[in-house]
């Protein structure tokens, strides 16, 4: 089996641009929706949790519970 160069697997600086506007273009609709509500609802959780400290479980291992 014959080996490449590295070169030959490289895209022209002008192709590499020409595919990250076409990129570009295919995703800003995208990226200027809004977030759906129940990812926002969803993100809120996740924030409260990280806010409060987490339950001190001495209770639930001295009631026998796991």
């Known amino acids: 089996m014959t080996q490449r160069k590295a070169d030959d697997t490289k895209l022209d600086t ?38 409060d400290p987490p339950a001190d479980d001495t209770d639930a291992r001295q009631n026998g519970a796991r």
Not at 21 to 47: H, K, S, T
Request: hydrophobic share 40%.
């Open 14 to 51: 002008d192709v590499q641009s020409h595919i990250g506007r076409q990129l570009r273009a295919g995703y800003v609709d995208i990226l200027n929706q809004p977030v759906p509500d129940r990812f926002l609802e969803l993100l809120a959780e996740l924030d409260a949790k990280q806010v």
